[in-house]
Antibody
Framework: EVQLVESGGGLVQPGGSLRLSCEAS????????MFWVRQAPGKGLEWVAN????????HYVDSVKGRFTISRDSAKNSLYLQMNSLRAEDTAIYYC???????????????WGQGTLVTVS | EIVLTQSPATLSLSPGERATLSCRAS??????LVWYQQRPGQAPRLLIY???NRATGIPARFSGSGSGTDFTLTISSLEPEDFAVYYC???????????FGPGTKVDIK
């Protein structure tokens, strides 16, 4: 069974940093692009970042470029999001997500974690 | 950047009624349009991919149509568990930052 379990959320002051983790199981992690998607309280979904299978290719939404860094450790089957210079508008539930097809950056997301809440205040 | 617009923002219907949700893209996305359902307190769930293909385990009352810039999600007869928020997403842009629409909330009339 595919599982994605996020951790690392919490309350942080503006300008602070936080590192989110996502532990993956039930599939061959090193075969998949992986994504971070966020959702501000009461708002819609926002694509944040993604990374290819070997970690050499990364993409970010404009609003987090230069502040957030996505990374992964295939030995630990884990995905990370290092968030620096946090702003109030970064307050959201952050979801780790997996596409439906291996080796495919654009496949639809078929598995989501339960999310971890980041509050910047 | 491809912008997705969804209408209406809220759709108030009764169980058993038909729901028709719209998603419009600012540029041609061919058929690379995805629909997700999100129930309160839950992560999104994949419903429809490539405009008209139901994901695994999705009931036949859900159907998608459209291509290019105009897409529709139809729920033929609303069940109680279908009252939720529905998001469309494009998966054509490069770099691969795949924007979502703002969502349509289907609530009970």
């Amino acid at each position: 069974e595919v599982q994605l379990v996020e951790s690392g959320g919490g309350l942080v002051q503006p300008g602070g940093s936080l590192r989110l983790s996502c532990e993956a199981s039930g599939f061959t992690f090193s075969f998949y692009w992986m994504f971070w998607v966020r959702q501000a309280p009461g708002k819609g979904l926002e694509w944040v970042a993604n990374m290819n299978e070997d970690g050499r290719e990364r993409h970010y939404v404009d609003s987090v470029k230069g502040r957030f860094t996505i990374s992964r450790d295939s030995a630990k089957n884990s995905l990370y999001l290092q968030m620096n210079s946090l702003r109030a508008e970064d307050t959201a539930i952050y979801y780790c997500a997996r596409p439906s097809n291996s080796h495919d950056s654009s496949a639809p997301i078929d598995y989501w974690g339960q999310g971890t809440l980041v509050t910047v205040s | 950047e491809i912008v997705l617009t969804q209408s209406p923002a809220t759709l108030s219907l009764s169980p058993g009624e038909r729901a028709t949700l719209s998603c419009r893209a600012s540029q041609n996305v061919n058929n690379l349009l995805v629909w997700y359902q999100q129930r309160p307190g839950q992560a999104p769930r994949l419903l429809i991919y490539d405009a008209s293909n139901r994901a695994t385990g999705i009931p036949a009352r859900f159907s998608g149509s459209g291509s290019g810039t105009d897409f529709t999600l139809t729920i033929s007869s609303l069940e109680p568990e279908d009252f939720a928020v529905y998001y469309c997403q494009q998966r054509i842009s490069w770099p691969p930052v795949f924007t979502f629409g703002p969502g349509t909330k289907v609530d009970i009339k």
